[in-house]
């Protein structure tokens, strides 16, 4: 017996994919009706392991999938072909640079995964935010070389932080100091339009099957 199908769902690593993602798309003028519904995996292995679960449930006739390449971008891809594959998707044996997005034939879902920051470098959440800030901000330079230095005087954050370190910083200096990267996003502290958020935007339309002109930032 057939399941009755959910609305889209989109998988994301934690609240700040969910909200920086949603923001987006909202900035772009993308209808709230368009969005799906966003899903906290809890992490890199919760988004693998919603691959392995929620294509087989076959509920949704749309499935997206947002996690960090970190310091891996072709072992996290061989994580998730392994997934699709098991799902029964096709899926190339690299990532494909504009996102992949498959069918699963025996499920009746269309599947698509976006490897942070944008399918082709290591990297995470971050990275691509950091592309959203304007080359000629004086404010960013100047927080990469205050983090830096922070490091020197025995700043705690880890080595891997440092990306997460530098952007708080930055947001430490806006009008509205540590707003959250959503918020940060809608009060257009970011950008909206880098070369890596447009593909990401056009990768969202071919997952969800979103019809018609491209939004424009609003």
Same mark, same amino acid.
């Given at each position: 017996m057939a399941h009755p199908k959910t609305p889209p769902l989109l998988f994301v690593e934690g =609240?700040?994919?969910e909200h920086? !993602?949603?923001q987006l798309l909202l900035r772009h003028q993308f209808e709230p009706r368009d969005l799906p519904?966003? &899903?906290?995996?809890?992490?890199?292995d919760?988004?693998? &392991?919603? !691959?392995?679960?929620?294509i087989p449930a076959g509920t949704s006739n749309s499935l997206g999938f947002v996690l960090d390449a970190n310091d891996d971008l072709d072992g996290r891809?061989?994580? /998730?072909?392994?997934? #699709?594959?098991r799902a029964g998707v096709d899926a190339p044996n690299q990532t494909p640079a504009e996102g992949f997005v498959g069918e699963s034939d025996e499920y009746g879902t269309r599947v698509g995964v976006w490897v942070m920051p944008d399918n082709r470098r290591?990297?995470?959440?971050?990275?691509? #935010?950091?592309?959203? !800030?304007?080359?000629e901000d004086s404010l960013i330079r100047h927080a990469e070389e205050s983090t830096s230095q922070a490091? /020197? #005087?025995g700043a705690r954050f880890r080595e891997d932080d440092a990306k997460k370190a530098l952007l708080h910083?930055? #947001?430490?200096?806006?009008?509205? =100091?540590? &707003? =959250?990267?959503? /918020?940060a996003v809608k009060k257009r502290y970011f950008r909206g339009d880098s070369e890596t958020a447009l593909r990401f935007l056009a990768w969202f339309r071919r997952v969800f099957e979103i019809v018609g002109d491209a939004p424009q930032p609003g």
């Amino acid at each position: 017996m057939a399941h009755p199908k959910t609305p889209p769902l989109l998988f994301v690593e934690g =609240p700040d994919d969910e909200h920086t !993602i949603g923001q987006l798309l909202l900035r772009h003028q993308f209808e709230p009706r368009d969005l799906p519904e966003f &899903r906290d995996a809890g992490g890199k292995d919760g988004v693998l &392991r919603s !691959i392995r679960t929620a294509i087989p449930a076959g509920t949704s006739n749309s499935l997206g999938f947002v996690l960090d390449a970190n310091d891996d971008l072709d072992g996290r891809w061989r994580a /998730v072909a392994e997934r #699709l594959h098991r799902a029964g998707v096709d899926a190339p044996n690299q990532t494909p640079a504009e996102g992949f997005v498959g069918e699963s034939d025996e499920y009746g879902t269309r599947v698509g995964v976006w490897v942070m920051p944008d399918n082709r470098r290591t990297g995470a959440l971050e990275d691509f #935010l950091r592309e959203l !800030i304007e080359e000629e901000d004086s404010l960013i330079r100047h927080a990469e070389e205050s983090t830096s230095q922070a490091r /020197v #005087l025995g700043a705690r954050f880890r080595e891997d932080d440092a990306k997460k370190a530098l952007l708080h910083t930055w #947001l430490a200096w806006q009008e509205e =100091p540590g &707003r =959250p990267y959503g /918020v940060a996003v809608k009060k257009r502290y970011f950008r909206g339009d880098s070369e890596t958020a447009l593909r990401f935007l056009a990768w969202f339309r071919r997952v969800f099957e979103i019809v018609g002109d491209a939004p424009q930032p609003g």
